[in-house]
């Protein structure tokens, strides 16, 4: 059974520059994340997709943040403008159906962004 | 707000001896806690959970024990192998809110030879 694939592995932008991350979950999982994780820190949700509906987006920065899933399957977090502070691994992970999928997020290798 | 912590930034044990992981929560509505493994270059990989229904759960050489009334959650490694030096992040969820995860800033274990 293939993995989480996200792309970029690596990405170094400016501040003010534009940025986009691809997720491909599991196949058949409904359920898929972004998290942010800051160096030192542990992942941080940013958000929630059931199938193409958003569950959770609290966390997410909406002035400069943005994700998307069309067709529930394959998802794209954009970061525009980035900032600084926005230096972080990006890691998306899916779960399959069901009511409590805790043990079941498989978290993709994550995308390492630096902004200069 | 750090809802879940874990204080020990590193851990060093030695390869055969036990290593005790240690996390702590705030927040009294979590009801699920997991631990994640995670080694470099590589997403978390879960490792075990417990309910708070339940003070122990066991797996192989892997066991957490949770505290309710002091809120506190550990992982017991026994024995220590090599392969265990990874970082290990707890994590903590309550089950009426759609699998969200609340991660500690994670624990480096060392296994020395």
């Known amino acids: 059974e293939a993995g989480v694939a996200q792309s970029p592995r690596y990405k170094i932008i400016e501040k003010r520059q534009s940025v986009a991350f691809w997720c491909n979950p599991i196949s058949g999982h409904a359920t898929l994340y972004w998290y942010q994780q800051i160096l030192g820190q542990g992942p941080k949700l940013l958000i929630q997709f059931q199938n193409n509906g958003v569950v959770d987006d609290s966390q997410l920065p909406k002035d400069r943040f943005s994700a998307e899933r069309l067709k529930g399957v394959d998802s794209t977090l954009k970061i525009q403008p980035a900032k600084l502070e926005d230096s972080a691994v990006y890691l998306c992970?899916?779960?399959?159906?069901?009511?409590?999928?805790?043990?079941?997020?498989?978290f993709g290798p994550g995308t390492r962004l630096t902004v200069l | 707000d750090q809802q879940v912590k874990q204080n020990s930034p590193s851990l060093s044990v030695q390869e055969g001896r036990i290593s005790i992981l240690n996390c702590d929560y705030t927040?009294?509505?979590?009801?699920?806690f997991l631990w994640y493994k995670k080694y470099p270059a590589e997403g978390p990989t879960f490792l075990i959970s417990i309910s708070s229904i339940k003070d122990k759960n066991e797996d192989g050489r892997f066991t957490v024990f949770l505290n309710k009334s002091a809120k506190h959650l550990s992982l017991h490694i026994v024995p220590s192998q090599p392969g265990d030096s990874a970082v290990y992040f707890c994590?903590?969820?309550?089950?009426?809110?759609?699998?969200?995860?609340?991660f500690g800033t994670g624990t480096r274990l060392q296994v020395t030879l």
């Open positions: 994590a903590a969820g309550n089950t009426g809110t759609a699998s969200k995860l609340t």
């Open positions: 992970a899916s779960s399959p159906p069901g009511p409590y999928s805790y043990n079941e997020q498989f």
């Open positions: 927040n009294s509505m979590f009801d699920y």
